[in-house]
């Protein structure tokens, strides 16, 4: 799959620096992407995008200095500035793409307010799909930041064909600081959507038993509302694993010559082992899995490793414990030590942090309101949209 990102602000333009730089050490690449902020610092501390590829916006309003958590400071910019933003867009290439996605952290202010702006211009130009990978804060990052990711999330929704989510308070470790566990946090985001983004793409080791392509992904996708995305490894596979067994003496050696004879019933339930860590593992949102309409299984790894019959079986595990009947999935070979196993929980109807987060919104609102003597109209989930 052929994928053009857009990071917007900080959160969002490190992380698409980080696949710029995964696709790089690949031999075929599926990537390329632009940065769009409003700090000029945000944009210089990048590595891997080009420096053509940075757009600064806003400068006019905010000096180069950020809009801070003002997202509707971030929208408005935004906006003025779409026709300079879609031009980069453009000059970099769009007529061999499959999708666009935009990747924003959702608690502050230029991704949180540009980036529902720029999907809704580009559904309107484009004929491809635009998914959107939005950052939750935690918690404990205040009050602010989950009203602004409320609000940038109920409009994103609407405006983007599909939104994964990635919620930070999942994923950070007891103790650790949100600070802290930025770097880690994202290489999670980059690891689990480079393998899910570059399915279908033919390299030089060939295709898959069960080709996934661009169509499976986007169909899986249609419904819109809100994705999760489970993940699993496997254990260190190959010539390596097998010259470390052989450390360990004679109860290894007798692993490594089973191994050695590994069956097609045993590929399989490798493999059904794998998908099922994957979904019931630590989600990039955690939710009902239950309640998802749609998923996708995607294995990727080793052509010898890969088995049609785990995959089928895989899928159909998939398909029972899901709401929706359409389960995709297949495999695609990549030189590797190990097995990596992607699910896509598509349109998902039950995740409590979302709930959680309108619920913390909610009251802000309320509390602002209150504080400058001001009635406002809402939704019904009483976040006001960031622009109508």
Not at 3 to 17: S, T
Not at 211 to 218: C, R
Not at 338 to 364: C, F, M, Q, S
Request: glycine residues 12%; neutral net charge.
């Amino acid at each position: 799959m052929r994928v053009f990102f857009i990071g917007f602000g900080q959160a969002g333009g490190k992380i698409v620096d980080m696949f710029i730089e995964q696709d790089k050490r690949l031999p075929t690449q599926s990537f390329r992407g632009i940065a769009v902020n409003t700090a000029r610092t945000d944009l210089m501390g990048l590595k891997h995008i080009e420096l053509k590829d940075r757009l600064l916006i806003g400068q006019t309003v905010v000096k180069g200095h950020g809009v801070g958590t003002d997202n509707v400071t971030g929208a408005r910019v935004t906006a003025d500035e779409i026709d300079s933003i879609i031009n980069a867009i453009d000059s970099r290439g769009t007529h061999d793409v499959d999708a666009f996605v935009i990747v924003a952290g959702l608690g502050g202010g230029t991704g949180s307010g540009g980036a529902p702006v720029l999907a809704r211009h580009l559904k309107r130009i484009y004929r491809e799909p635009v998914y959107a990978i939005g950052i939750l804060p935690a918690p404990e990052e205040g009050r602010l930041y989950s009203y602004n990711a409320a609000r940038s999330l109920s409009t994103l929704v609407n405006e983007a064909d599909n939104t994964f989510i990635f919620d930070n308070s999942a994923w950070k470790n007891e103790g650790e600081s949100v600070k802290d566990a930025y770097s880690r946090l994202n290489d999670e985001i980059v690891r689990r959507f480079g393998v899910l983004f570059r399915a279908g793409e033919v390299g030089k080791y060939g295709v898959g038993e069960m080709v996934v392509d661009s169509s499976e992904i986007i169909n899986t996708l249609r419904g819109g509302g809100i994705s999760s995305v489970g993940y699993a490894i496997s254990e260190r596979i190959g010539p390596r694993a097998k010259q470390k067994q052989r450390l360990f003496g004679g109860i290894m050696k007798k692993k490594e010559k089973t191994e050695e004879v590994l069956t097609g019933e045993d590929k399989s339930a490798k493999i059904i082992a794998l998908v099922r860590r994957a979904m019931l593992g630590r989600l990039t949102l955690p939710c009902d899995y239950s309640s998802a309409e749609r998923a996708l299984v995607l294995l990727a790894g080793p052509p010898t490793e890969m088995d049609r019959k785990g995959v089928e079986k895989s899928k159909s595990w998939v398909e029972e414990n899901i709401s929706g009947v359409e389960v995709r999935g297949g495999d695609y070979p990549v030189q590797s030590e190990y097995i990596a196993a992607v699910v896509v929980l598509a349109t998902i109807g039950n995740a409590p942090r979302i709930t959680d987060l309108l619920e913390i919104a909610k009251a802000t609102k309320e509390d602002v309101i209150k504080s400058k003597g001001k009635r406002s109209t809402m939704f019904d989930d009483g976040i006001e949209p960031l622009f109508e």
